[in-house]
């Protein structure tokens, strides 16, 4: 029997997606929640699993192809010995296909090791490097294979992740007592994507990747449909500092996450935004589309450049459920973990470089919004206070705005109001 393997649906706003790589060649077999190929949409790179247990008979879509979605891309016959192997894992539903396994999941096989579920967490924290899909697991926990040797296996993956032939490999080569060999590059169906090329006159041609095209694409249509403008204003983040000093131990007792400076910058951009809802607006041709809910993007760094995943109906969590959130979408972010709809409907951005010790910037507007509020570093600076001076931790903020829709003194307003916020934080809260 040969079943149709489709683009998967991996959101509401997600209609096509865009094949980065198939890991696996024709004649190849596979089990059901092995990945098979990634998969690109806007920002997000996806490793999409199988859904059944088979032997890959046709490729019906090629690298960089972008097809929409249920449209068939490959089929796998499930017949004869492959209609006999067990599922390892159950299979995630076709709109979360990007989601690994949690942690828990692999504590629910029948023969639960004594040790291997604590190495599975570890591997699967946000901390670690690397994510092992649920037959690489189980392979591991069936041959005892420890954390500290999963992670020092060399992947021939997605970014070095470790595929069931690599699992494979190091238990053939511990078994012999052999030194185990590097990671041969995965088979594609297509030729594989070139690596940088230096000439003899020294200069350097790195082929841009799929989402640094993205980025780059995003950014020039912003540059050319936007008028961007850009204002800053100090503020004494005294009180802030003062909350957060007293209450960062037990905040990560309670909570088991840093408290941070963005949560409170978030939490007062939200108050700001109830007051300024053009700020929080788009502009679709000749119309003011004001939104009256916030979706709040928050730029996260990651190796392959900045990514903007979104809290959506910022407006209805506190303080401690926006720090949440930030910490839940940064982490998932960095560890390629992201639905492609948490990275899409944002309304307003922020974009904190002041990590980097960067004291003022004017990050370009995230399309289709109208402002982007940037943040510098906080250092403690002699300011006068009271007509006296005084050493306050100080930050720099700043707003890019789009000019068509907002005017300078709105501009001005919004970034006062957003400092009073700030600076009338009640010093004495505890979280």
Known sequence: MKYDMVMPKMGESITEGTIIKWLKQIGDTVEKDEIVLEISTDKVDSEIPTPVSGKIVEFLANENDTIEVGKVIARIDTEGEAESMQPQAEAPPAEEVEEPVPAEEPAKTETPPVQEPAATDKEEKPESKKFFSPVVLNIARSEG??????????????????TKKDILNFIETRKSGTTAPAAAAPLTVSAPVP???????????????????KIAEH?????????HVGLYIEVDMFNVYRIRENSKNNFYRKEGIKLTFMPFLSEAVV??????????ASIEDDNIIVKHF???????????GLIVPVIKNAESLNLTGIARAINDLASRTRN?????????????????????????????????????LGVGALEKRAIVVNDAIAIRPMMNISLTFDHRLIDGALGARFLQRLKEHLELYDPELQL
Do not use: W
């Open 294 to 304: 916030i979706n709040l993007g928050i730029a996260v760094d990651t190796e392959k």
């Open 219 to 227: 950014m020039v249509h912003t540059v050319h449909t936007a008028a």
């Open 145 to 162: 294979v420890s954390a500290e040797e999963m992670e020092s296996i060399e992947g021939s993956g997605i970014s070095g992740r470790v």
């Open 195 to 213: 690596s940088s090329v230096i000439s003899e006159e020294g200069v350097e041609i790195i082929p841009m990747d799929h989402i640094r095209k």
């Open 271 to 280: 108050k700001t935004l109830k007051e300024f809802p053009l700020v929080n």
């Open 336 to 372: 390629r973990k992201l639905k492609p709809d948490e990275v899409s409907g944002g309304t307003f951005s922020i974009s904190n470089f002041g990590v980097f010790r960067t004291k003022i910037g004017f990050p370009l507007i995230n399309q289709p919004q109208v402002a982007i």
